[in-house]
């Protein structure tokens, strides 16, 4: 309502001026050269008003000739933009499918339309990888990696490849230069710690998870420097045995459930005669996770102390957590050492229904220390071949004899304290033998069940052994490598981000409307 106001506002304020104008005819008298125009006002101002718009015309037309080539190539240039978009599209499209022959095309045609657009770099590098074509892949990487805008993208398909072909030194290159270029990177973090790891730099791999703590939650960050920190603890312990003290202590600060680091923290400050505090950080590990290193590490407090003291103080420790294997196994070997074998067989009474191999094992050599019968103790040995398995080191199928800080793979914190057949899905079940072991009068009990159950001990840079052949098999198959951009976005790797934000170009428009466009967009 008030636009039709303001127009017949503005229509009547107009009118009027014509009419003051009709009413105040005048003349305009123009000579030059010679000829002389005589007219009234109104006509005169008609004639200029023609005039400016015949001008005006004509500078339009001057103006859109002059600039109809610059027109002309901006249409091209969208025109090739939005095909060049639709073949990325297509493309893209066409890798999530597993359509090779399309993304190969559509790679083809957006290389020749938009052949410095990021999106045209990553879909040759997908359907190269798609097809196997790694040296094309690795190309485009590179060409991406030489690029601010997708230097991180490329130099993470370039960490990949170098792992599919196994090049540790160019996987270590890459990841360092992109923890140099972005430090919060997670992937690259990640990489350079498992090197350090891998190559026992535990100072190294304490400087790259620093590096990468922004991207992990604070209690794993805490676990992963407590791993670290006892693992170079370890390794300083025949060199620097302070440095290593100390190490282990800051460990235990932080992870105090943490067995390896609980156990070397009590066997350093026992060392050191500070048994207040080394007794105070085993009791909180074994209240937390009770464990046969922290009974070993409580046991020799005191080097000093006869056999009856170390059954004391062991009993001690096992009341902290009633009814727990591990504290009855704890107590029975304290006591075969002290001789009190009644003392012992009380402590295992509860579980010789279903012994496990080390309840039995244990058994056996209190049948043989306390009346030497050979029957019983090869009846206890039979019965500890075929009984369920004790928890273990163990990690992808594989089972270590101590804890290590990284799997065979290469993963930190891998090992775990469990059943070795539980991540197998097996279920342990008690066997009982008919047919006794053999063992001669001269071999001691001993000496059997280390026979039985000894393993090579794996050194710290070697992986730990296997122990079946299907696990041999299981852990011989070659690790499958992520893409860049992943199929199926799965949990553990979301893909990179910032890849498809442009905004979209419509597809289809009306014939009419696209050239009516066309033409106006001549004269802007």
């Known amino acids: 309502m008030i636009r039709v106001v303001a127009f017949l506002l503005a229509v009547a304020v107009i009118a009027a001026g014509f009419v003051w104008v009709a009413d105040r005819p005048g003349e305009v008298a123009i000579t030059w050269l010679g000829y002389r125009v005589e007219t009234s006002v109104m006509v005169a101002g008609l004639a200029v008003a023609a005039a400016v718009g015949v001008l005006t ?134 990489a350079v710690l498992e090197d350090r790891c891998a190559a026992s730099d535990w100072a190294g791999a304490l400087a790259a998870l620093d590096s990468t703590k922004g991207a992990m939650s604070k209690a794993e960050y805490r676990r992963k420097r407590a791993v670290l920190l006892t693992a170079r603890a370890q390794a300083l312990s025949e060199t620097d045995r302070d440095a290593a003290r100390a190490a282990v202590l800051e460990a235990v600060k932080l992870a105090p459930d943490l067995v390896p680091a609980a156990a070397l923290a009590g066997r350093r400050l026992a060392e050191a005669n500070e048994w207040r505090k080394a007794r105070k950080i085993l009791e909180t590990a074994w209240t937390a996770n009770p464990h046969p290193d922290i009974a070993e590490a409580y046991a020799n407090l005191r080097l000093g102390d006869s056999a009856r003291d170390r059954l004391n103080r062991m009993q001690k420790l096992a009341a902290k957590v009633p009814g727990e294997r591990e504290g009855a196994l704890a107590i029975a070997r304290a006591a075969l050492d002290a001789r009190a074998f009644q003392t012992a067989r009380a402590a295992l009474a509860p579980y010789l229904s279903s012994p496990t191999r080390r309840v039995a094992t244990l058994m056996a050599e209190i049948e043989e220390a306390e009346h030497g019968d050979t029957g019983r103790v090869r009846e206890w040995l039979s019965r500890a071949m075929r009984a369920s398995p004790d928890p273990v080191w163990t990690a992808d199928g594989l089972v270590s004899e101590r804890w290590l800080p990284i799997t065979p793979d290469g993963r930190l914190d891998g090992f775990e304290w469990k059943l070795p057949l539980a991540e197998l899905g097996g279920t342990p079940s008690v066997i009982e033998a008919a047919a006794p072991a053999q063992v001669s009068p001269a071999e001691s009990v001993s000496d059997v069940s280390v026979r039985e159950t000894e393993t090579p001990v794996p050194d710290a840079a070697s992986a730990a052994r296997p122990r079946s052949r299907k696990t041999v098999k299981a852990a011989d198959k070659p690790k499958t490598v992520e893409p860049v951009i992943p199929l199926v976005h799965a949990p553990d790797d979301p893909g990179p981000d910032g890849v498809g934000d442009a905004e979209p170009v419509p597809e289809h428009t009306t014939a009419g409307g696209d050239a009516w466009q066309r033409i106006r967009g001549l004269f802007r």
């Open 57 to 190: 015309a004509l500078l339009a037309i001057v103006r859109a000739v002059l600039r109809s080539p610059e027109q002309v190539s901006l249409f091209f240039r969208h025109r090739r933009a939005v095909r060049g978009y639709l073949a990325l599209t297509r493309g893209l499209i066409a890798i999530g499918a597993g359509d090779l022959k399309l993304a190969r095309k559509a790679a083809d045609e957006a290389a020749r339309l938009s052949p410095g657009d990021p999106l045209t770099l990553l879909l040759i590098a997908q359907s190269a990888q798609m097809a196997g074509d790694r040296a094309a892949a690795e190309r485009a990487f590179r060409d991406m990696s030489e690029r601010d805008d997708t230097k991180l993208l490329g130099l993470r398909g370039l960490y990949i490849e170098a792992r599919r072909r196994n090049d540790v030194h160019a996987a270590r290159l890459v990841a360092e230069e992109a923890v140099k270029a972005s430090p919060t990177l997670a992937w690259a973090g990640q």
